[in-house]
């Protein structure tokens, strides 16, 4: 076969797995992009990492590993390639440079940022220490370098009961999502401090819209994620991290489901899943939209947006890393 052929059969390979998510006029400028970035990523050997909020193009195209925060930090400390391209929001990229520090880490878009990390400062959490004295600080991965810095560990949606309650005290102070320390709090005996930060995707979402929805759709599984309300959590069957929602989905088979979340991930799990009907109310986030294919192919040719943290933060901020890391999923 020749190449030109074989490079066919693998982007059609591509296109029947997405048709069904992504219409054929757009599939026509995609196309070239996935085949121009997966030949750059061999002869650069560059891997790329994607969050499981990313468009189908990226997710099932280019990405080698797409996953949730957890697996994505994890993912970034093994991987040998010598560049790592980010296809997510900044503090995803700042964590797999602290898990990776001698790796090139890019990112498509230096304003892909996160409402959630963008709540506090570590001035703030220099102050809530202060105000707690002796209080350990559990912070959300969803942070700033400088946040990870002033922290004690890290911790992600998969992980943040197991990681608070490593931590044998009595009181956390767990910053900076409110909504997912409320819904620590009713899974742990562990007394949360909370900060007020919230997810501008998963707070748009409400008891009322979820219930409705059931109520047209009697036979449907809800599973959501712990960024959202507590009414939310409360009229679901299921809470997880983004991965562990793929999973149900995969092991469970529902007829029908509802995943309160960023609503592209949907059209992902919907590819792998064609058996499932997905009701998908639709909210976006304006930083993971930010990444484009366009975008992931600039970054990778000329090697710009590379991630830096300067010595002292990054040793600091890659303790409370590293030690969410030994405590795993
Ligand atoms: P997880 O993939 O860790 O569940 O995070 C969700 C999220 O909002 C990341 O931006
Ligand atoms: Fe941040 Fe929410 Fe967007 Fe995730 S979905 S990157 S938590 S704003």
Redesign the pocket.
């Known amino acids: 076969m020749s190449m030109q052929n074989l490079k066919n059969k693998e982007l059609n390979k591509i296109y029947s797995k997405i048709s069904s998510v992504v219409p054929e006029v757009e599939w026509k400028f995609h196309a070239p992009l996935i085949e121009k970035i997966n030949k750059l990523k061999k002869e650069k050997n560059a891997v790329i990492l994607a ?1 499981n ?1 990313q468009t189908p193009e990226i997710y099932h195209g280019i990405a080698d590993i797409s996953a949730d925060s957890l697996a994505l930090a994890l993912e970034a400390a093994k991987t040998q390639a010598k560049i790592i391209v980010l296809c ?2 900044h ?1 995803m990229a700042e964590t797999a440079k602290l898990m990776s520090p001698d790796k090139k880490v890019l990112i498509p878009d230096m304003q ?6 963008e709540s506090i400062t570590g001035s703030d959490v220099r102050m809530l220490k202060e105000k707690y004295p002796g209080v350990p600080v559990v912070s959300y991965v ?1 942070t700033s370098a400088d946040v990870k810095a002033e922290s004690d560990v890290c911790c992600t949606s998969a992980n943040a009961v197991k990681v608070v309650e490593s931590l044998g005290t009595d009181k956390v102070i767990f910053l900076p ?1 409110h909504y997912l320390a409320n819904y620590v709090q009713k899974n742990t005996k562990v007394k949360i401090i909370s900060w007020q930060g919230t ?4 707070e748009k979402f409400t008891g009322k819209e979820v219930e409705d929805i059931k109520k047209e759709n009697p036979d449907i599984k809800v599973i959501a994620h712990p ?1 959202c309300p507590p009414d939310v959590i409360s009229a679901s069957d299921f809470a997880g991290s983004t991965s562990t929602m793929v999973e149900y989905v995969k092991e469970k088979q529902p007829k029908k489901v509802l995943l309160v ?2 609503c592209t991930m949907s059209d992902n799990v919907q590819v792998e899943n064609p058996n499932v009907q997905f009701i998908k109310p639709c909210n976006l ?4 939209k930010k990444i484009t294919l366009n975008k992931v192919y600039d970054c990778l040719k000329n090697e710009t947006n590379e991630i830096k943290i300067g010595h002292n933060i990054a040793e600091m901020a890659r303790k409370s890393v590293l030690r969410m890391a030994e405590i795993g999923r």
């Open positions: 969050h909020y997510g929001v503090f892909a940022g996160c409402s959630l990390a969803n999502d997810c501008m995707v998963h960024e979340t960023e986030c304006p930083h993971m």
